[in-house]
């Protein structure tokens, strides 16, 4: 857990703080499944003192390893995660809700606001590819590896049935 007190860094009005963190990250869970988190170049933390607070901003190239969604094969992902929060000095005439869930008492929780930003820069489903062509519904069979015959197999279970009305259909009138 990485933590940075922002009264330790002695800023003045209109001085910038600059500063790349090494981060190991736990992993996160989207849609039930865990990924892999990597912050390669770790994490670039700027704070800018500004009127009436700190300007607290972060940046990571973040990749996520963990099952494609659709074929459940392995899939790696880069997403680009930033984030800003703004921490006033003083509370006065702030609403509860506006202060960042990951200041407290101007000491910022840099890894739960990294966490957050990698969480929100990533897709609702991680694929291994766009143009992954997922499990069969039917046979499970990895359609990026091979085919099967399910797909031409239900669209003649349907001719069949259309066949079948139609005989009903010209019996009855
Ligand atoms: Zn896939
Ligand atoms: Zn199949």
Redesign the pocket.
């Known amino acids: 857990m990485v933590y940075l007190d922002l009264t330790d860094l002695g800023l003045r009005s209109g001085d910038r703080h600059e500063r790349t963190y090494p981060l190991d990250l736990e992993p996160v869970l989207l849609g039930g499944v865990e990924y892999e988190i990597l912050l390669a170049n770790g994490v670039d933390v700027s704070v800018d003192r500004v009127a009436g607070g700190f300007l607290v901003t972060v940046a990571a190239d973040a990749k996520a390893y963990g099952p494609?969604?659709?074929?459940?094969?392995e899939?790696v992902l880069k997403v680009r995660a930033e984030q800003q929060e703004f921490a006033p000095t003083a509370r006065d005439g702030w609403e509860e809700s506006e202060f960042s869930a990951f200041i407290e008492e101007l000491v910022v929780d840099v890894s739960g606001l990294v966490r957050e930003a990698v969480v929100l820069a990533l897709p609702p489903q991680v694929?291994?590819?766009p143009e992954?062509r997922?499990l069969c519904p039917q046979c499970g069979r990895n359609l990026?590896n091979a085919t099967c015959e399910c797909a031409a197999q239900e669209v003649d279970e349907r001719w069949g049935r259309l066949r079948d009305l139609r005989l009903e259909d010209g019996s009855g009138s």
């Open positions: 494609c969604a659709r074929c459940l094969g899939a694929v291994c590819s992954c997922g990026n």
